[in-house]
């Protein structure tokens, strides 16, 4: 049996989660422990600021009869109020766009969350402002234009909303991804983008790292040959020279070197998983996907009991194939020392293919090989599964 949770990773998870899927609205901490005393924080609250260096939390201490505020770094703000939860308060009261969240603490530790239905269904506004501001000077790029994306005014194109959309919250991601990777910015940055399409995408990573003022190379692997031509044509006129697209296969294709991000959005079925083995062998920072066409588990799942009423329902048996494909996988890069998070990354109205799947990997920590394997062998069991794509590569099928 695995250990059970503690206090401090059910509410760092769930905070990380909020903070990551961009819906914090604002957290209080009450009822501390020791309850009584000169110096006792009778409560904390937290929220976003947006400030002249960027995104911060706000955390204020509210002792007796004065209060103490202090901005962190967001990775550090959710350290620190994390630390604090499981150190000196027994509730925690999330509030969220999702949902609002409740904590509560016993004294040995262990803990229980209710969820309820969002007291804000809307981010603070000030974010609305930043990012809009972002997203529009993103949308009048002109590879957005070149690409048929966006026109001269930076709206979309009649039936590229979608697409627009997707660009715009990629870019955003890859912000907040690359801000917990932490890299000194003078250093220069391999990224390779796997079925790269029409190069949306890959045009999008290159964007993003000039405006950042980083060096790159971006290299675009996509099978079709004629999207790869137009691509580099593309390339060549936009004057992306750190830009280049390639045909071949994920499975076959070999890096010029070392890779610091791995990009796949949309990858078909299985290439998601080449796409990821290659990320994890060229030794990736950064695994950035989007999977779909999930084809490889459904044909093998057995539902016994209690999940027999998802069996007969097409829908429900292909969602349920998605869900345990895509949590062998984080499990995976768990296991091979990748912090997983899966989130959905645009909104189910731009695109149903809204799930994303990223790995950071970790400088120190990280559950237990030995319990992550074991919860793997167990979904493997109670599914009756034969074999799965990114397992199989990586030799973890449970015995
Ligand atoms: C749905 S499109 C996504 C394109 C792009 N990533 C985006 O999100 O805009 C998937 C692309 O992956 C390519 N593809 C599928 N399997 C592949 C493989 N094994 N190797 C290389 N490219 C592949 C397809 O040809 C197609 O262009």
Known sequence: ????????????????????????VKLTLSDPVPSEGAGVVRKIKARPVELKEGRKVSVVECFQTREVTKNYPVQEAVRVLAEAFAKGFLRAHLFATTGDFQFRRDSSGKVSVRS??????????????????????????????????????????????????????FVEILGHLLEDVGWDPSRSVRVADMGAGKGYLTFALAHAFRERGWKTEVIGVELRSELVENANMA??????????????????????????????????????????????????????????CHQEIRP????????????????????QAEIITDALRAHLL??????????????????????????????????????????????????????????????????
Not at 127 to 154: C, E, I, M, W, Y
């Open 1 to 24: 049996m695995p250990p059970p949770l503690q206090a401090e990773d059910v509410f760092l998870s769930k905070l990380r989660n909020v903070w990551e899927a961009d819906t914090f």
């Open 116 to 169: 309820a239905r969002p007291s804000f269904t809307q981010a603070p506004d000030f974010s609305h402002d930043k990012r809009n501001v972002a997203q529009d000077a993103l949308a009048r790029a002109p590879f957005l234009q070149h690409l048929g994306v966006t026109n001269v005014d930076g709206l979309p194109r009649p039936g590229m909303a979608g697409k627009l959309r997707q660009v715009q919250r």
């Open 235 to 292: 390339a060549l006129d936009l004057g992306f020279s750190e830009v280049q697209f390639v045909a071949g296969s994920i499975g076959q294709w070999q890096p010029p070197g070392a890779l610091d991000i791995l990009v796949a959005l949309h990858a078909c079925n299985t290439a998601t998983d080449e796409a990821l083995f290659l990320g994890l062998q060229s030794g990736a920072e950064l695994l950035v996907t989007s999977p779909c």
């Open 300 to 319: 093998q799942m057995r539902l016994g009991a209690p999940l027999l009423p998802i069996a007969g329902h097409g829908i429900l048996e292909e969602r």
């Open 334 to 399: 768990e296991i091979k020392g990748y912090h997983a998070r899966v989130f959905e990354f645009v909104e189910p109205e731009h695109s149903g293919k809204n799930l994303m799947l990223a790995g950071v990997r970790r400088k120190s920590g990280g559950r237990s090989v030995e319990v992550l394997r074991e919860e793997m062998g167990a979904i493997w069991k109670a599914f009756g599964l034969q074999k799965q794509c990114l397992t199989g590569l990586l030799g973890e099928e449970p015995r």
